[in-house]
């Protein structure tokens, strides 16, 4: 199992998956699951790298993927908290009628 | 340093009234009072201490103010100097108590900006810097602006920007000359440049220099004394500004200007005084012919006036017509005699203003033709009155003949035919004030009028030191003239 | 006691009293009992002056002064000059001033400022007496503007009254003319001299005698302007309007001003500055003195007022006195001012009593009137504009009313008259006549013959005037019934001053009127300059000036040839004098005779009706019921040009010099101001205004991009890493 193509192609698929979900989804729950898609996919993509391409001691791109997850989790906190306050204030959380920055 | 401590303690006033609580008006006032009596208990001391036969400069302290611009602080005075700040003590303690009940909105400003005002007026009579003399000089510039436009009547913005612009306007041609001064002798030192403009050969006792500068000079102090055409700013400030406000400017600031007529145009640029007062070629009599229209031209504007307070103004431009002549003449008997005209005048029209002020506090108009008869209803008030109009008409036993006197004796000796047409000022003086006498006091009462309190205390004891001095120096003038006759003769001796 | 001490009570006393008034009233209290307090002060002051007049000795003049302004090229100092005239200037103010304040405690009783009557009554004895006593002319310029003032307040003390608020300001302007001339001529004496003081080693009349033949035109100048302040106050022609106006004041201040003292201040100025006089000026004081003596009286004829008859009389003797001076009779002129002083004030408080009667009836006759002090404020019956209780063709038949009035009047009337040896003014009046003369006889001078013949008819005139108003008002039948009922003597406090003055006017009984004794009195050997006239007009100094002067050799001549005449006969057994004695004294007779007889046969006999004379003579008698249109003239030309100059004047500085101000502010408002303001609106602010307005429009249509909806923003951020993407990857 030295084949770096197989991570990188489930990773890719998990990437436009997400994007997809992010691009389409009238949920922002459903945008955030499609982030967090995204977001794993660049985690498997860091792991893969670092176990296929980089010297075997250097751990560092797995150290970055163990940040990257705990970044989504705090991402997700943090969305979800703004999601609320979103649904407060407008009592949806549809994005396409939260549009009060527009120009 | 005690000079310093005259001038800067009504400006520590300012600071200690500034930082009183808003709702304590009474306490501020008071706080003025005491801000204002300090400096007249000095110039007492000062009165008492000051050497009456000596025609140097006393109290003299002199440090360095700015190093780049040679730009000393040098105070000090001289006899004439002297009896000015007598005067301006006097008046600011007295103005405090003639605001006391008619200033009612923004107390606290108005008694900050009267002390500024003090401390301004101070310094300017001690001055011996050119550059502090000129910063003094604007410094009482602002508070009366303020003082005028706040405080004043219906039009009081037109006649306050009027007076700054036509002060301003002397005061830029009054620096320039300043400059053109400080640039030919090297100083802004004044007692320097005297002697300097009187050593033959340098630059600053040219000629043509001495007179140009002059006429920057003049100009600026014409504006304040004011001579005319420049005096209609006058009736106008007068007109708008509070009772104690017009005590100042007449009793005070018009004599700005001819201190500095005397103690820079005639002291410092003789040479330009010469052409204009020497009585000879074609600008010869300039000086006295200006000095013979205020006096005749003011008293005949008087005469038609209807404001009370207007007239007052124009006979101010008269009265200082007098001492223009009398410093025209340049003997001991005219400039002695314009000196304390100066002095008499400051005494004699604060009185003047303070009793229009005290009529127009009860009627709420100034209008000449709109009293009449109140000689029965307010006796006390006719009496004083009577006093300040005859003493202001010249007559003798009260002090303004004595000034007005020995300009015109003085000038006949210069300029005889347009003294003796001066004195057509005395008629015409007469008149205007026995017609407004016999208009407001004499006559059956007003029945408008009927119950118009009579003057009060407050107001009896702002008028009775002034009625004091003018009777004082009416019957026995050496009292003053002590001061200055040394200074005088100081500033004559070139002359030979 | 020294003269100095007495001259200090003296002055002092009516001060202190005054003073006590004013402190009292600005402290807002009545001066209680001020009426005694100045009756007092004037008595002190009197008993003082008797004490100098009769210990000093005249022929010594005492005279102190002190610096007043310490001014060292030019000398201002004040102080006293003690010599005979000035003891019996003194003297007469005292007395007539004593007794006007003891008349006045009961004239003036009753009205609500009486203590401030009192008061200026002690002001202006103050004020007069610095003048007597002053020794240099500004001293005496001082007391005599201080005495214009008291006059002023005392004319106008019932200001209420319309015609004395007018009356007061007239008196004051009309003086203040004469002042002007008066200070112009001390600015001449000083301008030459340096010094204002007049005795002494270093005063003007040392000085005068070192003048050049040059200067006697320049001094004949000054001397004439100097007496303009005596035509002033005088009330010379042509400013004597004044004080027939100035009857609008208190009876008893028309006897001490108007009559006694301050007018006649103006004779002792004249006679003061006899050492300064010329031939020319004195011949100019002289035709002043002349044509007013003449033209008052004729005036005095057809007035009704009597106070206004007296005070035409008042001004024609004193142009009588002036008259004298002019002519050189410096001791006839001092005479008659102080004999005048005392039948004047006699005469004037006389008619005080009987207006005093009057308006006592008035009041009793309509009960309404509570306020006294409201005279002539409302007139029953108006006539003329004159005051009913001060108008003759209400009075007669008073004499069994008021008997004592009535003697002590006709005394003072036969006195003014000049009905001969008895009375006082007939010596006065006598000694002027003889003066005249004698110096047209010596001189041969037509101009001295003129002035004769003036004065001559004038006594005439003056002894008709005076009788028509004793049998107006005393004798007859009285012509107001209802007033006359009420009419009763006046009070003893009012009657007794007159007996006094009555028995002044009596030169057998006194010294100070008695002529002989007054000639050797007032002559002062050691003052050659201020000696007796005929001394005065020989004396060294003018003869000199004569002599200088070139123009006068004839009187040059005759003068040495008097002054020669005079060492070796003595002046009174001079015989041209003796000549011009003999012929005055029948004429005088006549002129009494013809003067009240004239009177009698149309006032008392009324053989002649006054009425038809009248109309006969209506030009005439116009003429003078107008007096000569004076006041029509003053009016119409000088107050009127002076009152329209003024506006003009103050229209002129109202339109042109600060419509030139507001002009140039204006101009420079809106004229440069609107220009910039423009340049600045147009170019440089349009400059800012552009740019701002295309980042604006620039920046609306940008906005759009900004939908606002988080997945468009994620789209165009997909495009973007695709492009990116696309650009990396080509490189």
Same mark, same amino acid.
């Given at each position: 199992m030295n084949d770096l193509t197989p991570y990188l192609v489930i990773s890719t698929t998990l990437f436009c998956l997400g994007i997809f979900a992010v691009l389409t989804r009238r949920n922002a729950i459903s945008i955030l699951m499609g982030i967090e898609l995204i977001l794993n996919?660049?985690?498997?993509?860091?792991?893969?790298?670092?176990?296929?391409?980089?010297?075997?001691?250097?751990?560092?791109?797995?150290?970055?993927?163990?940040?990257?997850?705990?970044?989504?989790?705090? &991402?997700?906190?943090?969305?979800?908290?703004?999601?609320?306050?979103?649904?407060?204030?407008?009592?949806?959380?549809?994005?396409? @009628?939260?549009?009060?920055?527009?120009? | 340093m005690f000079l310093s401590l005259m001038i800067f303690i009504p400006l520590l006033g300012m600071v200690v009234v500034l930082l009183l609580p808003r709702d304590q008006e009474e306490l501020a006032r008071r706080v003025t009072l005491g801000f204002t009596l300090i400096p007249l208990l000095l110039a007492v001391v000062l009165f008492m201490q000051y050497d009456r036969s000596a025609s140097d400069l006393q109290f003299d302290f002199d440090t360095v103010w700015i190093k780049a611009f040679d730009i000393h602080y040098h105070i000090g005075i001289n006899g004439i100097s002297v009896t000015l700040l007598l005067l301006t003590a006097l008046l600011g303690p007295i103005c405090v108590l003639a605001s006391w009940r008619n200033i009612e909105k923004?107390?606290?400003?108005?008694? *900050?900006?009267?002390?500024?005002? @003090?401390?301004?007026?101070?310094?300017?009579?001690?001055?011996?810097?050119?550059?502090?003399?000129?910063?003094?000089?604007? #410094?009482?510039?602002?508070?009366?602006?303020?003082?005028?436009?706040?405080?004043?009547?219906?039009?009081?913005?037109?006649?306050?920007?009027?007076?700054?612009?036509?002060t301003l306007f002397g005061g830029v041609l009054m620096l320039i000359a300043i400059i053109a001064v400080y640039i030919k002798g090297g100083t802004f030192d004044i007692p320097t440049l005297i002697d300097l403009a009187s050593r033959e050969g340098h630059p600053l006792a040219d000629r043509t220099f001495q007179i140009w500068a002059f006429l920057g000079f003049f100009i600026g102090f014409a504006v304040k004394v004011p001579i005319f055409p420049f005096h209609t700013w006058l009736p106008d400030a007068h007109v708008e500004a509070p009772t104690a406000i017009s005590v100042i400017l007449a009793g005070i600031l018009l004599k700005m200007g001819t201190y500095g007529l005397v103690l820079i145009n005639f002291a410092m640029l003789p040479k330009g005084m010469e052409l204009f007062c020497n009585g000879e070629g074609r600008w010869g009599n300039a000086f006295a012919v200006l000095g013979f229209v205020n006096i005749v031209y003011g008293s005949l504007c008087a005469l038609a006036q209807k404001d009370f307070k207007k007239l007052v103004a124009y006979s101010s431009i008269a009265h200082m017509g007098f001492v223009i002549l009398g410093l025209a003449a340049r003997n001991e008997s005219g400039m002695n005699g314009a000196i304390l005209q100066m002095f008499n005048h400051g005494v004699i029209s604060a009185m003047l203003f303070l009793l229009v002020g005290v009529v127009y506090d009860r009627a709420h108009h100034r209008e000449i033709g709109g009293f009449g008869g109140l000689g029965s209803r307010m006796p006390i008030y006719t009496g004083i009155t009577t006093v300040a109009f005859m003493a202001s008409?010249?007559?003798?036993?009260?002090?303004?003949? #004595?000034?007005?006197?020995?300009?015109?004796?003085?000038?006949?000796?210069?300029?005889?035919?347009?003294?003796?047409?001066?004195?057509?000022?005395i008629v015409i003086g007469a008149a205007y004030f026995l017609w407004t006498l016999q208009r407001v006091f004499l006559g059956q009462l007003n029945p408008k009028y009927a119950d118009m309190p009579e003057i009060n205390r407050r107001e009896i004891v702002t008028l009775v030191p002034l009625g004091i001095l003018t009777i004082v120096l009416g019957i026995w003038p050496s009292f003053a003239m002590d001061m200055f006759n040394e200074a005088v003769k100081g500033l004559i001796a070139p002359l030979g | 006691m020294s003269v100095v001490v007495l001259f200090s009570i003296i002055l002092l006393c009516p001060l202190a009293a005054f003073s006590v008034f004013s402190l009292l009233s600005l402290a807002g209290r009545n001066s209680p009992r001020q009426d005694l307090i100045s009756t007092a002060a004037m008595l002190i002051a009197f008993v003082c002056s008797l004490l100098l007049f009769v210990t000093a000795n005249p022929e010594n003049p005492d005279h102190q002064t002190l610096t007043w302004l310490p001014l060292e090229s030019v000398d201002f100092s004040m102080g006293f000059y003690f010599d005979s005239v000035t003891a019996v200037m003194l003297l007469v103010v005292t007395i007539v001033s004593s007794l006007v304040h003891i008349f006045s405690i009961g004239y003036m009783h009753g009205d609500p400022r009486y203590p401030r009557f009192f008061a200026f009554l002690s002001l202006f004895s103050f004020s007069m007496l610095f003048l007597v006593v002053s020794d240099n002319l500004l001293g005496i310029y001082i007391g005599w503007e201080l005495v214009g003032l008291c006059s002023y307040l005392l004319i106008g003390f019932w200001f209420e009254k319309k015609s004395a608020a007018d009356a007061c300001k007239k008196a004051?302007?009309?003086?203040?003319?004469?002042? #002007?001339?008066?200070?112009?001529? !001390?600015?001449?004496?000083?301008?030459?001299?340096?010094?204002?003081?007049?005795?002494?080693?270093?005063?003007?009349?040392?000085?005068?005698?070192?003048?050049?033949?040059?200067d006697l035109t320049w001094l004949s100048i000054a001397g004439v302007l100097i007496f303009c302040g005596a035509v002033g106050k005088s009330a010379q022609v042509p400013l004597h309007t004044w004080l027939p106006d100035a009857m609008e004041g208190p009876t008893p201040v028309s006897a001490l001003i108007h009559a006694a003292t301050m007018v006649a201040a103006g004779v002792y100025l004249a006679a003061r500055m006899f050492p300064l006089l010329t031939p020319d000026s004195s011949l100019v004081i002289a035709y002043i003195g002349g044509i007013t003596a003449l033209i008052a009286a004729t005036i005095a004829i057809v007035r009704f007022d009597i106070k206004r008859v007296l005070a035409y009389s008042t001004i024609s003797q004193l142009g009588y006195m002036m008259l004298a001076i002019g002519a050189g009779?410096?001791?006839?002129?001092?005479?008659?001012?102080?004999?005048?002083?005392?039948?004047?004030?006699l005469l004037f408080l006389g008619s005080g009593s009987v207006i005093h009667a009057f308006h006592a009836s008035h009041q009793a006759h309509s009960h309404h009137d509570e306020n006294g002090h409201s005279r002539g404020s409302e007139a029953p019956f108006a006539s003329f504009g004159i005051d009913p209780a001060q108008d003759m063709r209400h009075m007669g038949g008073l004499r069994r009313k008021m008997p004592l009035t009535f003697v002590t009047m006709l005394i003072a009337t036969l006195s003014i008259s000049g009905v001969p040896f008895l009375f006082s003014g007939f010596w006065s009046k006598d000694a002027i006549l003889v003066e005249v003369l004698y110096r047209a006889m010596s001189w041969h001078s037509v101009h001295h013959y003129i002035?004769?013949?003036?004065? *001559?008819?004038?006594? #005439?005139?003056?002894?008709?005037?005076?009788?028509?108003?004793?049998? !107006?008002?005393?004798?007859? &039948?009285?012509?107001?019934? &209802?007033m006359y009922d009420h009419v009763h003597e006046s009070p003893k406090v009012m009657t007794v001053p007159l007996i006094i003055l009555a028995v002044l006017s009596f030169p057998i009984f006194n010294t100070i009127v008695n002529k002989g004794f007054f000639e050797n009195y007032v002559k002062t050997p050691e003052q050659p300059h201020v000696g007796s006239p005929k001394h005065a007009h020989d004396s060294q100094s003018q003869g000199v000036l004569y002599a200088q002067a070139g123009l006068s050799v004839a009187y040059a001549a005759e003068d040495a040839h008097q002054h020669h005449d005079d060492h070796a006969a003595g002046e009174h057994h001079n015989p041209i004098h003796d000549k011009a004695h003999n012929i005055v004294i029948p004429l005088s007779f006549v002129i009494v005779i013809l003067g009240i007889g004239l009177s009698a046969l149309f006032y008392y006999w009324k053989k002649i009706s006054a009425e038809a004379v009248a109309a006969k003579f209506r030009p005439i008698y116009n003429l003078f019921w107008n007096k000569y249109y004076f006041d029509e003239f003053y009016n119409g030309a000088i107050v009127a040009f002076t009152v329209a100059s003024s506006r003009l004047f103050g229209l002129f500085d109202l339109r042109v010099i600060d419509g030139i101000v507001n002009g140039i502010g204006f101009t420079v408002r809106e004229l440069f101001s609107r220009l910039i303001g423009w340049v600045d609106n147009t170019f440089v602010d349009g400059l800012v205004n552009w740019v701002a307005q295309i980042t604006l429009s620039v920046g609306g249509r940008i906005r759009r991009v900004q939908t606002g909806m988080i997945q468009n923003y994620l789209l165009i951020i997909l495009g973007g890493l695709v492009l990116l993407i696309l650009i990396f990857r080509s490189l």
């Open positions: 996919a660049c985690n498997l993509n860091f792991a893969a790298f670092s176990r296929f391409v980089t010297p075997p001691d250097d751990i560092s791109g797995q150290i970055i993927s163990i940040f990257g997850i705990v970044l989504a989790a705090a &991402e997700a906190a943090v969305f979800l908290a703004i999601i609320l306050a979103i649904y407060r204030e407008f009592s949806t959380i549809s994005p396409d @009628e939260t549009d009060t920055l527009k120009g | 923004g107390v606290k400003a108005y008694l *900050a900006l009267f002390l500024l005002l @003090e401390t301004g007026m101070i310094g300017f009579f001690c001055a011996q810097d050119l550059f502090l003399f000129y910063v003094f000089f604007e #410094v009482t510039l602002l508070p009366m602006y303020f003082l005028i436009g706040i405080w004043g009547g219906p039009r009081r913005e037109y006649a306050a920007i009027k007076f700054f612009l036509y008409l010249g007559l003798p036993g009260l002090s303004g003949f #004595v000034g007005e006197a020995l300009s015109l004796l003085g000038a006949y000796d210069k300029f005889p035919k347009l003294t003796i047409l001066s004195t057509i000022g | 004051f302007l009309t003086t203040r003319v004469g002042d #002007v001339g008066m200070f112009i001529g !001390m600015m001449m004496l000083f301008a030459k001299f340096q010094t204002l003081a007049l005795y002494g080693e270093d005063g003007i009349f040392a000085a005068v005698s070192d003048l050049g033949a040059g009779s410096y001791v006839a002129g001092l005479f008659h001012l102080t004999t005048h002083a005392f039948f004047k004030a002035l004769f013949c003036t004065a *001559a008819l004038a006594a #005439v005139i003056t002894a008709f005037y005076m009788f028509r108003l004793i049998f !107006m008002t005393f004798f007859g &039948e009285p012509r107001n019934r &209802e």
